[in-house]
């Protein structure tokens, strides 16, 4: 923390603040969630089925993981 700063901590309304989040995620208010908002977009431009790709991503590592080859059974 820089010299001079001070934290200071603040008491919210736990839903409040969840509703808030699920905003600003939706909306891209952070830089990462508009990054990854921006990328998806540009995947679904492209024809490109996120969530299949995605699944198939994970299936992939996971049969890696258990020292599966793809191909051979």
């Known amino acids: 923390m820089k010299e001079g700063n001070d934290k200071l901590t603040v008491s919210v ?19 990462g969630k508009q990054l990854e908002l921006f990328m ?5 431009k492209r024809g490109i089925d996120v969530n299949t790709e995605i699944n198939m991503q994970n299936n992939k590592q996971k049969k890696e993981e258990n020292g ?3 191909g051979y059974y």
């Open 40 to 44: 998806l977009e540009e995947l679904k």
């Open 13 to 31: 309304d736990k839903a409040v603040k969840d509703l808030f989040k699920q905003v600003c995620d939706k909306e891209g208010l952070k830089i």
């Open 68 to 70: 599966e080859k793809e």
